[in-house]
């Protein structure tokens, strides 16, 4: 663990306590005051906590769920990693705005924060660590349950980006997160946490899956919202069938359409000027694809109209189901308890990305950040690196339901922390498998963004790959081979562990020629885990492995069982 420099630190806390519960419980070192861009007390009262750190409340209306465009096949480019700086930091209020209206939880933090800071010795640091690390989640926790509103801009940069006190880090790590693209332009699901417990909190997403039963919902409730969830799952699906089907529609529509050209395209006869020549051998052939493009058409109308009709059933259940919702008032206003239960899930994953010995700190300090905008796990970034994965693993976000395959890019959350990789929470939701979009997180201040990127795609590989095997994982498809050579290796620890890390390898070395995994692992990974057609064109070039490989490719293909 990093420890910040205290040398010039001095702190004079007074050993009286403020029986009146103003925010600090001494006299603060002008030095420590400058350092939490507080101004000098002296010649003046204290202000009173209530003045700082009052409160109030609001109801908003919930707004429509999201909806998924089944017809994406990639992701949106990325044209820009930073823009202008913005005066982020500037307001010299900003410590104080951001413990504003969170009771008691202020105090604490602001006494364990100052503790920290003032002492130089590491026992003692490590004693007021401990303290500080739950007294920022409590703290946290008072603003995440207001994500719903317009919250202050210092609110948001906390729940962002772990900014609590700006003069914890540099002034050019300040500039790069003022650098940081603020607003979503990509249409892509990745969010920050702030931007997700606003969508939680509004109903535009339903929450994260856990383990407890919410005691929130009756058993009424409960139930209908898992109705409306399904029907809007099998709606979006259908939606999904007609967009292909009319894409298809077009293609062939467009092809006829050239076909007619080349038709009416008839040379004067050299012996009769006046008069144009018939059909030539290639305009016949030309004649009979259009007769083809007919028939299909006429095919895929009548496709059209059948599914039309599923969708217009569906439409209308699911406004029926939503109407049922609304009457009970399941849906009418934001639902605090389901936010606060996804504030804790946030918590959970940041645990999980920082993982056992990982670091803690929730606090953005300087000897703790990365020393490039593009080292950060920022949006664009992550997107960035999402499309180069995705370029190498192909099928990595496919989905078939109903012998429907879709692409299904899952929600990233991106978790304001120093953990090492990114995990799966969940790879889709559990009353919706046809469309809704998984979850991973991702943490944004990781050694290596990459790694940290894969590393929770793999998680995600592995989970919906179980998820299909079901009851039968350890025995068939990508789990059930993986596991196979797992157990017949007599390895211990986590299968799942074991997959994520020859994931990274499989990603990071393999698709560049250099064996780094086992012989069978890595014939597991080229049938269920295959590079595009071009790479593994390039790849049996390279070595006899591949070249072995790529040989059982086509062997398979021509047989039965492929």
């Given amino acids: 663990m990093g420890s910040i420099p205290t040398t010039s630190i001095q702190v004079a806390m007074s050993s009286k306590n403020d029986s009146q519960g103003s925010m600090f419980s001494g006299d603060i070192d002008p030095d420590i005051a400058e350092l939490m861009g507080i101004e000098s007390s002296s010649g003046s009262p204290k202000p009173e906590y209530s003045d700082l750190f009052g409160s109030n409340g609001i109801s908003v209306d919930q707004e429509s769920r999201e909806e998924i465009d089944l017809t994406k096949k990639h992701f949106t480019q990325i044209t820009k990693y930073e823009e202008a700086p913005k005066p982020f930091f500037k307001n010299p209020n900003f410590y104080k705005t951001v413990l504003s209206d969170t009771g008691d939880a202020a105090q604490r933090f602001h006494k364990y924060l100052s503790d920290y800071l003032a002492t130089e010795d590491l026992k003692e640091r490590a004693v007021y660590r401990g303290k500080l690390i739950p007294a920022y989640w409590n703290v946290i926790e008072q603003i995440a349950m207001r994500a719903y509103e317009d919250l202050p801009l210092p609110k948001q940069l906390v729940l962002r980006f772990g900014v609590v006190l700006p003069k914890l880090i540099s002034a050019e790590q300040q500039s790069i997160i003022a650098r940081i693209v603020f607003n979503n332009e990509w249409d892509e699901p990745v969010h920050y946490v702030d931007e997700w417990l606003k969508k939680i909190a509004t ?4 929450n994260s899956a856990t383990d407890e039963t919410k005691p929130i919902k009756r ?27 009319t894409e298809e529609m077009m293609s062939i529509e467009r092809l006829l359409g050239r076909s007619c050209q080349q038709l009416s395209e008839h040379p004067n006869r050299s012996d009769f000027p006046q008069l144009k020549r018939s059909y ?17 058409l006429g095919n895929i109308d009548r496709d059209l109209t059948r599914e039309w009709k599923k969708l217009e059933e569906l439409q209308h259940n699911l406004l029926s189901i939503q109407g049922k ?87 990233v959350i991106i978790i304001p922390c120093y953990g090492e990789r990114g ?8 009353f919706n498998r046809a469309t809704s979009r998984g979850r991973i997180a991702v943490p944004m201040f990781p ?65 560049e020629g250099t064996q780094k995994l086992d012989r069978d692992v890595r014939s597991v990974f080229w049938r269920y885990v295959p590079f595009p057609d071009a790479l593994r064109e390039t790849l049996k070039n390279r070595g006899f492995v591949y070249n072995e490989l790529y040989k059982k490719d086509i062997n398979r293909s021509l047989s039965d069982g492929y």
């Fill in 325 to 411: 919702a609304e009457d009970i008032g399941v849906t009418a206003t934001v639902d605090s308890d389901a936010l606060h239960v996804e504030f804790n899930t946030v918590r959970q994953m940041s645990k999980l990305c920082v993982g056992r010995q990982g670091n803690h700190m929730p606090v953005l300090m300087k000897n703790y950040f990365r020393s490039h905008i593009r080292d950060i796990g920022t949006r664009e970034n992550i997107i960035a690196y999402m499309a180069q994965i995705e370029a190498l693993d192909p099928e990595l976000f496919l989905r078939t339901f109903k012998r429907e395959t879709n692409r299904i890019v899952p929600h």
């Fill in 280 to 296: 030539s051998a290639d305009q016949q052939r030309i004649l009979q694809d259009c007769m083809n493009y007919v028939r299909e």
């Fill in 447 to 511: 050694k290596d963004l990459k790694i940290a990127v894969i590393a929770a795609l793999a998680d995600l590989r592995w989970q919906v790959a179980k998820e299909k095997a079901q009851h039968y994982w350890m025995e068939e498809g990508l789990t059930g081979r993986y596991y196979q050579w797992f157990t017949e290796k007599k390895i211990k620890g986590d299968v799942r562990e074991y997959f994520i890390n020859d994931y990274i390898l499989w990603i990071t070395k393999e698709s």
């Fill in 423 to 430: 995990v799966c929470w969940e790879p889709f939701e559990r």
């Fill in 219 to 245: 058993k009424e409730e409960h139930k209908i919202l898992s109705k409306v969830d399904q029907t809007r799952g099998q709606r979006d699906f259908q939606v999904g069938v007609i967009a292909r089907k």
């Fill in 203 to 206: 109903g535009q997403i339903a």
